[in-house]
């Protein structure tokens, strides 16, 4: 059998929710802004790669009887704010648990990202994950192991400031995909830099080439945040029934934001299609709190015409028209 050693790298954002521990310090209504920007082989900046990205924490939620944070990440990378999928999040005594797509394959559970206070060197198991992928006349078994380690304590300096008593940790999930007579094996690594009474100040991940599919290093730094008692803003009430809105602007050129509403949590799929149904965009494609949610359609790339957005949550389905008008 042959096997082919690759290392990944994951690119993503972790925080806490609500404990004693003043490493897993955090709220509603709580906020970080960070400069990210991606890195070659080298550990320097890529020109031209420069963004930011906000996280807040929105509201909370209650899956399979455990209360979760719902945190939002919103994003300029393309010039224009973008709102991307929430993540769900909770603390389990000194252990960070996040309810995790596994593989993006709409398979949820939760995952032991972190555990501190701690040693230096100490390890832990976060969770695994087993499944089989058919795709053609090929059948693909997916195995994942994922673990964490505390590797250093100290001070770590980022635009925000300069913060003492920081945990670096490293996450890593070590994947293998099966195929007939092949085994393929992937390590994914995230460095990240969680602050005492803070949270998440730094992120770290270098680049890995692998061919036909390049993966960009990324730096993310902590450039502002808001993480002490603001008076909680009514910024995601719950509506009582499902709903699509109109595009605005509709007609547009080339941004148009779509809004819906959700009374509870629910999986949403929410796509763009041209007029012969050939799907153009998948905006939203995971798990959402209930609220109201905003997503924007960018469509540079397109021709001129009419387009369907079409949502599915639950048992709620509902389509409507925008004209791109160019």
Not at 129 to 154: K, N, Q
Request: glycine share 8%; no cysteine.
């Amino acid at each position: 059998m042959k096997r082919t050693v690759i290392s990944l790298v994951v690119i993503g954002f972790i925080v806490t929710a609500v404990s004693a521990n003043d490493y897993l310090n955090i709220d509603l209504n709580y906020r970080w802004k960070y400069d990210t920007v991606e890195i070659d082989s080298l550990g320097s900046p890529v020109p031209g790669t420069n963004y930011t990205l906000i996280s807040t924490i929105i509201g909370d939620t209650t899956i399979a009887d455990n209360d979760y944070f719902v945190m939002q990440d919103s994003s300029n990378e393309e010039g224009y704010w973008e709102i991307d999928e929430e993540i769900f999040l909770r603390v389990s005594e000194d252990s960070l648990i996040l309810f995790m797509n596994m593989m993006d394959l709409g398979s949820y559970q939760d995952v032991i990202m972190a555990v501190i206070p701690g040693p230096i060197g100490m390890t832990w198991e976060a969770g695994t994950f087993d499944t089989t992928i058919v795709e053609g006349d090929d059948t693909i078994d997916v195995s994942v192991e994922i673990s964490g380690e505390i590797l250093d304590f100290g001070n770590v300096v980022v635009p925000a400031g300069a913060f003492p008593n920081t945990y670096h940790l490293l996450q890593s999930m070590a994947i293998e995909f099966t195929v007939p007579e092949t085994t393929i094996t992937a390590e994914i690594n995230r460095n990240m830099w969680m602050a005492e009474n803070v949270g998440p100040v730094k992120f770290l991940n270098l680049p890995v080439y692998l061919p036909g599919d390049p993966e960009p290093g990324q730096l993310q730094e902590l450039v502002e945040y808001q993480v002490t008692g603001v008076e909680q803003q009514d910024i995601n009430t719950v509506p009582a029934t499902f709903s699509l809105e109109a595009p605005y602007p509709n007609p547009f050129n080339p941004i148009t934001a779509i809004s819906y509403q959700l009374p509870a949590l629910s999986f949403v799929n929410l796509t763009v299609h041209d007029v012969s149904g050939r799907q153009v965009a998948e905006l939203v494609n995971g798990w959402m709190g209930a609220g109201v949610h905003e997503v924007n359609f960018e469509a540079s790339g397109l021709a001129s015409g009419i387009y369907i957005y079409h949502i599915e949550a639950g048992d709620f389905i509902a389509s409507g028209k925008m004209v791109l008008m160019k």
